[in-house]
């Protein structure tokens, strides 16, 4: 009996070092005349190739949504752009049908058959020599998938999101565009520290839509045929580009309108959706009339591109590195706290107090959504541990390296390695506050990044972690001068579970006002 027994635990692992051993095994059932278009995409490696019955498992087909339409004018000639979705995925590839690319609409779902056609890369991957009998025609669906990305998401992989429908918020035209410039050409984008072109043919009806400062656009990315290092997006008509550039700003708004007073960067539990941050109104601020920026910055060790990088862009690098809130919506009155950060709006993370009746500006699920335009899902915006991160305020919502904050605030380790690089002049760029000054009070040298000259304050992590601190910055501010009077400290405040809002805008370390 406990022969037999042996032999019975020792089948499964028999079956799967039969299963090893074969180079696949369908079980008796039938090959798929299907394959899958992110499947394709992995046959080609650098060259052209032949996608033979052996390449595409004895698969003949491949299927997808139309997202292209060249009636519409802006589509590289001859090419027809599908993509298909798949649980949790999307992939698409690009298809040379020449004159016959007129007969297909967006939304018409068709089946492709590229058995024995070749793949080849000219800028983007496509499939070459593509006819109207290799394609059919199945159903038209109402709905084509877009997503919302960023330009250092696109960067670090292309192939996943290339020749799929995308939209980019936040995006600056560089350089700053003249009057009367049009789209019709080649144009270039900064978003966060990387760089996409926008490409719209000359015949586009919109080719001669005036190029704004600041843009959101959406249409199809591809491989840019000029530069193989860059991805392009083609819009496809004119509501595909969004002019979002800011209202120009009063001259009379003066010095530091809003200022940082406190900020929760580990609650209790988990912090993705948790974190917050409270700023205060020196004046009346309509936000749909005078928009601000907040922008957080962590530069834990698992949130640099590479070893030891400083910011590329600074506080508009995006990426894990640099997220922003945009202030848009709302309004504050002089002397009102206000608050920004993770939509769950609780007071020390998953089921503590609600602070929903208190006045939150922007409040978005960064741990699944990422920033408003600069800046990944991150589920820590603000560091526990390590290097040092913080937060900046700016007037308007578009940044790029050079803009500089109103107002700052840095917290964390000694660390230098990711936040300054003074021989190529990169980091995260000051405010002049109360602990900070784009130059040297004394000697009037200049230092416009943190941890150069002066600017070396730090508020210190506080333990042990995960209890609930909330940060205060206690300080006194001439609302008349616009000046502090007293600089801001800070207080490490204990929260609780059941700790109720006010607790965030009593207290003696609360900053306060004067006349």
Known sequence: MKKNLNYIFLLPLLIILMQACEKRNFLDGTLSPYITIEDVRQIHKGTDVQMSADLLNEAQQTRGVVISDSRLGNVPEGMLIVQQAQPGKLHGIALKVGDIAANYRVGDSILINISNKQLKREGFLYVDAVTAADIEVIANVSRIYRRNLTASAIYQRPHEFEATYVQIIGGEMFPRPEVGQTFSGVKRMVNGADTLNIRTLPSAPFANLQVPRNINVQGILLGDSDNARVMAIWPRMASDILDVSDPE????????????????????????????????????????????????????????????????????????????????????????????????????????????????????????????????????????????????????????????????????????????????????????????????????????????????????????????????????????????????????????????????????????QTE
């Not at 009379?252 to 539990?269: A, Q």
């Not at 500006?361 to 541990?385: F, H, Q």
């Not at 964390?412 to 009070?441: E, F, M, Q, W």
């Not at 909330?470 to 609302?479: D, P, S």
Request: glycine share 14%; proline share 6%; with cysteine.
């Open 249 to 512: 700003i009063p001259g009379d708004l003066g010095d530091m309108p809003l200022v940082f007073t406190g900020y929760c960067p580990d609650p209790e539990g988990g912090d993705g959706n948790y974190e917050y941050i409270q700023l205060r109104a020196n004046v009346d601020i309509n936000f749909a009339e005078i928009p601000f920026a907040v922008v957080t910055t962590n530069n834990a060790g698992a949130n640099q591109p590479n070893a030891g990088a400083p910011p590329g862009a600074g506080w508009a690098t995006g990426g894990a590195r640099t997220l922003k809130f945009n202030l848009t919506e709302g309004s504050v009155k002089k002397g009102e706290f206000f608050y920004v950060g993770g939509h769950q709006k609780r007071i020390s993370g998953a089921n503590s107090t609600s602070l929903s009746a208190l006045n939150w500006v922007r409040a978005i699920p960064y741990a699944t959504s990422g920033g408003d335009g600069l800046g990944d899902a991150n589920a820590n915006i603000l560091a526990n541990s390590g290097n040092a991160s913080g937060m900046a305020l700016f007037v308007g919502t578009n940044i790029n390296e050079g803009t500089v904050p109103i107002d700052l605030v840095m917290f964390g380790g000694l660390g230098t390695a990711t936040v300054i690089d003074s021989v190529n002049n990169l980091g995260y760029r000051v405010a002049n506050n109360d602990h900070y000054s784009p130059s040297h009070k004394e000697t009037g040298e200049a230092q416009p990044f943190f941890s150069m000259g002066s600017n070396q304050y730090r508020i210190p992590h506080f333990l042990p972690a995960n209890v609930g601190f909330f940060i205060q910055l206690g300080g006194v501010f001439n609302t008349t001068t616009r000046t502090w009077e007293t600089p801001r400290s800070y207080n490490a405040k204990q929260l609780t579970k059941q700790s109720p809002a006010s607790d965030l805008e009593v207290g003696e370390f609360v900053t306060r």
